[in-house]
């Protein structure tokens, strides 16, 4: 790719608030990440059957160098944007307009599919409070039996979403806040009360001695899993709106991860010890509730407040899908991989309100289209672990580029297990560990590629649709296709102010100062 000659101007100072602080900055990862399990427990029980568990540890292994990618990216790079910025940053415009393309995809499936998950846990509650079935009436449209009425709460909540995020991130991520927090005691509750009460060890080892999938249904498995930890973007989503994000965003994202891998690892080894993985079969969108009626004691309550806490953490996934798609589209316009038009922000609440409406309006589109398939939520997740792994990839690719490329800007956190290797007249620390999650992303993305045929259709299809729309843009926009020089230093530099971290500023001013001297001697 040849650079235009001239150099790019850095973008205006973007007019976001910083209103998000430590709990609301974790909060918006677990509003993303936390609520995966309700989604993703009865699809991967399903698929990888006795060795669910082992599908849910592999991928969280995965998951935790991920974390840890991006905890350096986003305390180094605190802007909207998230791993389509970082992409820029390493690899160019091109590949940036890829990776953004993908998470976009992520984003509004990310809309769709957790409104589609929440009311259906909210009509599990309804069903077992009225004791009827109204919920799941269906409409026959040709072939297809349609469920009317969980369509149309699926769609209603979108468009409160969509309300929500125009207020303003504070009122969102209060939003947030008070909904995770009731969710994580509850899902902590369901775990000790069920090992101690309902968790038989025989049944688990049971199902892993005499259930364990063929390969071919474990990679499915493995692949599905991945959709547990799909989120910790949204942490660096919100890095732009964050207070002191070098010293916040390291904390959580690290705390986030681990939390989330325990949650994922230890509700698959509760569901193979309380039932045969049998009975998720056909209501996999309620397996967390299953898991909570089968504790003694307590298993009638906590079967109503499952479905419930279920329908409510869900939600907040959907709301975290919106304003992260919102905040990828207003970074990319920025830097000219879309229309200007996407970064006009909402003069009374100081929001990017066009890009939140015009992706949530996509994730109702997509939302009606699963809903014609024979199983909505399926297909939705389907889609989900493509753009998501695609963009891991090209995220981890990033990492090992900056580290040579952009060796002077100060890494508040940075991954461990790393090699001191001479670049340039320069010592650079080689990520070791964030290579091996390179490679364990890939592997996962092939596996997608091939296990799931919806993904391997519609992700490419969509990357490829949205491209020709990039290249259509730069065209008329009189910009060539492929990267516009930049100056990346003013950037960062006015990156850091805005962020307030002023010792990290003053620390790479002098580390440019010290290049510069080197080149003059």
Do not use: C
């Not at 973007?14 to 989604?39: C, K, N, P, Q, T």
């Not at 474990?218 to 991945?226: H, K, P, R």
């Not at 009374?348 to 014609?372: D, E, K, N, Q, Y």
């Amino acid at each position: 790719m040849n650079a235009s000659p001239a150099t790019h101007p850095p973008p205006e100072k973007a007019e976001l608030r910083r209103d998000v602080g430590v709990w609301g900055s974790y909060m918006w990862g677990f509003a993303d990440v936390g609520a995966d399990i309700y989604v993703a427990l009865g699809l991967v029980v399903v698929a990888a059957q006795g060795a669910a568990p082992l599908a849910f540890a592999l991928a969280g292994l995965v998951y935790i160098m991920i974390g840890l990618a991006y905890s350096e990216l986003a305390s180094t790079y605190p802007v909207a944007g998230g791993g389509q910025y970082f992409t820029l940053r390493g690899l160019g415009d091109i590949f940036g307009f890829v990776s953004g393309s993908a998470l976009l995809l992520d984003y509004t499936i990310d809309i769709a599919l957790f409104a589609v998950a929440s009311t259906g846990y909210l009509n599990a509650f309804i069903d077992i409070v009225a004791s009827t079935n109204l919920t799941r009436v269906t409409v026959a449209l040709g072939p297809l039996d349609v469920h009317a009425v969980w369509l149309f709460e699926s769609l209603s909540l979108i468009s409160a979403m969509i309300w929500l995020n125009i207020l303003g991130i504070r009122e969102s991520s209060r939003f947030n806040e008070l909904i995770g927090g009731v969710s994580i005691v509850s899902e902590v509750l369901i775990l000790v009360f069920g090992l101690l009460f309902a968790w038989k060890p025989d049944l688990l080892s049971y199902q892993w001695h005499n259930e364990f999938p063929k390969l071919s249904d474990f990679a499915y498995g493995t692949s599905l899993a991945i959709i547990s930890f799909v989120g910790l973007e949204s942490i660096s989503q919100a890095a732009q709106e964050t207070r002191r994000p070098a010293t916040i965003i390291p904390r959580t994202s690290v705390t986030l991860v681990f939390t989330v891998f325990l949650f994922a690892v230890g509700f698959s080894t509760l569901a193979l010890g309380i039932l045969p993985w049998q009975q998720f079969d056909g209501r996999e969108e309620e397996a967390v509730r299953l898991l909570a009626e089968e504790i003694p004691f307590v298993g009638v309550i906590a079967g109503v407040l499952a479905a419930t806490l279920g329908a409510a953490i869900l939600a907040i996934s959907a709301n975290a899908g919106v304003m992260s798609a919102s905040r990828v589209t207003y970074s990319m316009s920025r830097y000219d991989l879309l229309p200007g038009w996407f970064t006009k922000v909402h003069a009374r609440f100081h929001t990017p309100a066009r890009t939140i409406v015009v992706f949530s309006l996509m994730g109702i589109v997509m939302t009606i289209a699963a809903f014609l398939t024979a199983s909505a939520l399926e297909t939705l997740a389907n889609l989900y672990a493509f753009g998501a792994t695609l963009g891991y990839t090209l995220v981890f690719v990033s990492l090992l580029t900056l580290r040579f490329t952009d060796p002077y800007s100060p890494r508040p956190f940075k991954m461990p297990l790393n090699l001191r290797l001479p670049f340039k007249g320069r010592a650079v620390d080689f990520p070791v560990l964030g290579t091996i999650g390179m490679i364990g992303v890939a592997t996962i993305f092939v596996d997608i590629m091939v296990t799931h045929a919806i993904g391997r259709i519609a992700g490419p299809l969509w990357v490829v649709a949205a491209f020709v729309y990039y290249v259509v843009h730069r065209r008329r926009s009189g910009l060539p296709v492929g990267t516009i020089k930049r100056d990346w230093e003013q950037d960062q530099i006015g990156v850091l102010t805005s962020a307030e971290e002023f010792e990290l500023l003053e620390e790479y001013k002098a580390a440019l100062q010290e290049r510069d001297a080197a080149r003059r001697g």
